[in-house]
Every structure is written in structure tokens, then in C-alpha cells.
């Protein structure tokens, strides 16, 4: 959002009729609440090829674009939790802009040497121009990953963990589970994962190893054609329609995705009595 100052002849060309309109608009954004802080720059910036690019959703709405740092060992060693994101310079972009890391840590996975997204293809993002790369094209990245991803050791006494993601949200929770999150069986897992379509849910084919993991997937279309029988509508709704927070001080959450889910997952549980200390996000 660009601010300028108005000229100071302005108050003279408007009926005071939409000088109040004006008054009260300002007074409501100055009133809605700040949005989520990007995360910090890091001080040093490196290149690394692509190593691959391929759709992620029949429809092509979501790309897998995966980068090899195999000579990058300081930038792979800086994945530390699932969550962080790595910063990207595009020629497209002005500013940089932060992806969430889909593939897990280094040091909790067997798969070294890459990193892994889940990519937005919208027209007229700068996000959308790395679905256009290529094997072996460099891309400028951040010399290390940035935020400190999902701080689970908050909810590490939870004997039950809601999961919630929305769109290209689940990304960082694909690196949540795929680094052992929910193997514990101790603990119940439910994932909460929405989207418009089967066509825009990513992460399908990783159902059956998520499952084995202990997770139980809960998919939830907000579109589904009428041969779907499972959950319809939004995640919010659909949690609303199943929810059973018996003990709030034993369980957690984990939100990830669209604005409206996050505020209206996170008043949900606070009515039912969760601490918010205990509802994370990567934010």
C-alpha cells in the first residue's frame, strides 16, 4: 500500500458528505487489525539451478518446483524446522517474496541436497514466473532460510493435534508430517485440508504414506462435483460440523492457509477453551 499526502486544496472540492465517508473509512483501516509480518531479509543472497518443475494439481493451479543445493551445505543446513521459508529475488518482482519449504529438514529426511515448494500458478505474480523455469535455470535465493517454522515443542504434551490447511497452505505441512510429526502413538492427528476441487488438492498421491504416519486426512471441497461424498464447504464449516474438544488443555492446532480460516479456526478453539499459546502457525 503506496501512502502520499493529499494536496491541501482537496478538503475544498468534497461535500462534507463524503468527507465523513472518508473519515470513517480511514478510521476503519486504521482500526482492522495489521496484518502478519513478512519475515526478516537475510544478509547474504546465492544462486542455485532448478532442478525440476512439474504440475502438483491436475488442473495445473499448483507447481512443484524443486532447487538443487547440493554445493549450498550452509543453506541446507539452515532447514531446521518445518515452516521456514526461503527467500527469493525474481526478475519479475521488485521485492522479494518467501515461499514455504515443502520438502522436510535435511536432518529428519533421506531425501539431501534439494529443497522443495508447492507453487501458486496465478497470472501477474511474481510467484507464478518460477512455474515457467526450467531444469538448470538459476534462480537468486536468500544464503539461509528465514522464521522459525512451526514451534511444536509448544504443544508437546498434546495427546490430540488438530492440523488445518487451506490451498497451497499445506505445503509447510507436507514438511510437518513427512519429518516424523504425528508418528508418535501417543498422539492423535487429524488433518483438516481444503481446497476448491480434487483438481486443486495437491499431495493426493502422499495420501496412503501420510496415513501411515498416523495421520487421519479429513479432505474438505468448497466445489466438488456431485459424485464427491466427503466434506463440503469451507474447513471452518466442516470442523464446525465434527469438532469435539473434550479437553482442550490436552490438544493443540496447527493452522496454515487463507486469512478468513486462521481467524475463524483460532475463535472456534478459543471459545472451546484452547490457549492460543497453543494454536501455532509459520507466521
Same mark, same amino acid.
Given at each position: 500500500?503506496?501512502?502520499?499526502?493529499?494536496?491541501?486544496?482537496?478538503?475544498?472540492?468534497?461535500?462534507?458528505?463524503?468527507?465523513?465517508?472518508?473519515?470513517?473509512?480511514?478510521?476503519?483501516?486504521?482500526?482492522?487489525?495489521?496484518?502478519?509480518?513478512?519475515?526478516?531479509?537475510?544478509?547474504?543472497?546465492?544462486?542455485?539451478?532448478?532442478?525440476?518443475?512439474?504440475?502438483?494439481?491436475?488442473?495445473?493451479?499448483?507447481?512443484?518446483?524443486? /532447487?538443487?543445493? =547440493? !554445493?549450498?551445505? @550452509?543453506?541446507?543446513? +539452515?532447514?531446521?524446522?518445518?515452516?521456514? %521459508? $526461503?527467500?527469493? #529475488? &525474481?526478475?519479475?518482482?521488485?521485492?522479494?517474496?518467501? /515461499?514455504?519449504? =515443502? !520438502?522436510?529438514? @535435511?536432518?529428519?529426511? +533421506?531425501?539431501?541436497?534439494?529443497?522443495? %515448494? $508447492?507453487?501458486? #500458478? &496465478?497470472?501477474?505474480?511474481?510467484?507464478?514466473?518460477?512455474?515457467?523455469?526450467?531444469?538448470?535455470?538459476?534462480?537468486?535465493?536468500?544464503?539461509?532460510?528465514?522464521?522459525?517454522?512451526?514451534?511444536?515443542?509448544?504443544?508437546?504434551?498434546?495427546?490430540?493435534?488438530?492440523?488445518?490447511?487451506?490451498?497451497?497452505?499445506?505445503?509447510?505441512?507436507?514438511?510437518?508430517?513427512?519429518?516424523?510429526?504425528?508418528?508418535?502413538?501417543?498422539?492423535?492427528?487429524?488433518?483438516?485440508?481444503?481446497?476448491?476441487?480434487?483438481?486443486?488438492?495437491?499431495?493426493?498421491?502422499?495420501?496412503?504414506?501420510?496415513?501411515?504416519?498416523?495421520?487421519?486426512?479429513?479432505?474438505?471441497?468448497?466445489?466438488?462435483?456431485?459424485?464427491?461424498?466427503?466434506?463440503?464447504?469451507?474447513?471452518?464449516?466442516?470442523?464446525?460440523?465434527?469438532?469435539?474438544?473434550?479437553?482442550?488443555?490436552?490438544?493443540?492446532?496447527?493452522?496454515?492457509?487463507?486469512?478468513?480460516?486462521?481467524?475463524?479456526?483460532?475463535?472456534?478453539?478459543?471459545?472451546?477453551?484452547?490457549?492460543?499459546?497453543?494454536?501455532?502457525?509459520?507466521?
Amino acid at each position: 500500500m503506496l501512502l502520499r499526502s493529499p494536496p491541501r486544496s482537496l478538503p475544498h472540492l468534497l461535500s462534507p458528505h463524503l468527507l465523513r465517508a472518508l473519515s470513517n473509512a480511514a478510521a476503519a483501516a486504521l482500526a482492522s487489525p495489521t496484518p502478519p509480518p513478512t519475515p526478516p531479509l537475510p544478509a547474504e543472497w546465492t544462486e542455485a539451478p532448478v532442478s525440476a518443475v512439474r504440475a502438483a494439481t491436475s488442473d495445473a493451479s499448483l507447481f512443484h518446483v524443486s /532447487l538443487d543445493l =547440493s !554445493s549450498h551445505g @550452509p543453506l541446507l543446513a +539452515s532447514h531446521v524446522a518445518a515452516g521456514q %521459508f $526461503l527467500p527469493f #529475488r &525474481l526478475p519479475s518482482a521488485p521485492y522479494a517474496i518467501f /515461499l514455504a519449504i =515443502s !520438502s522436510p529438514p @535435511p536432518a529428519s529426511s +533421506s531425501a539431501r541436497g534439494s529443497f522443495e %515448494f $508447492l507453487v501458486k #500458478r &496465478l497470472p501477474g505474480t511474481p510467484s507464478a514466473s518460477l512455474c515457467d523455469l526450467r531444469p538448470g535455470d538459476l534462480v537468486r535465493v536468500g544464503g539461509s532460510v528465514v522464521g522459525r517454522g512451526f514451534e511444536v515443542a509448544r504443544i508437546g504434551g498434546a495427546r490430540e493435534v488438530l492440523v488445518f490447511a487451506t490451498g497451497s497452505g499445506i505445503s509447510p505441512i507436507r514438511s510437518l508430517i513427512e519429518s516424523g510429526f504425528g508418528e508418535n502413538e501417543k498422539v492423535d492427528v487429524s488433518l483438516f485440508y481444503g481446497a476448491r476441487n480434487l483438481q486443486r488438492m495437491a499431495y493426493q498421491e502422499r495420501f496412503s504414506d501420510w496415513k501411515s504416519r498416523g495421520i487421519k486426512i479429513i479432505p474438505v471441497l468448497s466445489r466438488p462435483d456431485d459424485q464427491w461424498t466427503g466434506q463440503r464447504g469451507y474447513v471452518q464449516n466442516a470442523f464446525s460440523r465434527t469438532k469435539k474438544v473434550v479437553n482442550p488443555s490436552s490438544m493443540g492446532a496447527i493452522l496454515c492457509g487463507h486469512k478468513q480460516m486462521t481467524e475463524d479456526i483460532t475463535r472456534a478453539l478459543v471459545a472451546d477453551g484452547m490457549s492460543k499459546e497453543k494454536i501455532l502457525t509459520n507466521i
